[in-house]
């Protein structure tokens, strides 16, 4: 038995060829070995595990993003996983939701903020789109080709103008 592998699944990805698992524990990856499957804790840069992954998401140029409990924000590069820490995004915060814009601009949910935000060549660039009085902003969010975001929380769900931040509808009981 693998801890990582073990303990309690929440988001899974194909990935040429291979399974991508987000757990309680950590990242791992699932490939089809010789004879076997072969099961690999993914860790960061540092050699450590990413902790709690709630959520991830794969962008445009094939790079994986993952979201943790506790843990922040991590993308990947060709030596590992490193962690993201700019404007709304914090290294000890909950990540739980990770999207894209249609142009590719990332759309995360950190804690009580969303946040807007561009890998350039070596710089991150991230800006506060909202910052709520809930403590989540939301759970999953999705940006249309319109411009139009929608994230669900708490609640009820949202519809706002990615350009302006205007709410544009909320649906509520």
């Known amino acids: 038995h693998h801890p990582v592998f073990a303990s309690a699944n929440r988001v899974l990805l194909e990935r040429d060829g291979e399974i ?16 076997e499957l072969e099961f690999r804790e993914v860790l960061d840069t540092g050699g450590r595990s990413l902790g709690y992954v709630y959520t991830f998401f794969e962008d445009q ?25 700019s404007t709304g995004l914090t290294e000890l915060g909950n990540v739980y939701s990770i999207s894209a814009s249609q142009d ?8 009580n903020r969303i946040v807007l935000a561009r890998k350039a060549i070596s710089v991150f660039v991230s800006r506060i789109f909202l910052e709520t009085d809930d403590p989540v902003a939301g759970w999953a969010a999705r940006s249309l080709p319109n ?27």
């Open 20 to 35: 991508w698992v987000g757990t309680l524990r950590g990242l791992g990856v699932v490939k089809q070995g010789a004879n």
């Open 104 to 111: 590719g601009q990332l759309v995360i949910l950190q804690d």
């Open 61 to 85: 140029a094939g790079v994986l993003w993952v979201g943790t409990l506790g843990n922040g924000l991590w993308y990947e590069t060709p030596t590992g996983f490193e962690q993201v820490v």
């Open 147 to 173: 411009g139009h975001l929608w994230v669900g929380t708490s609640t009820g769900l949202f519809e706002y103008e990615l350009k302006t931040g205007q709410v544009l509808r909320q649906v509520t009981s």
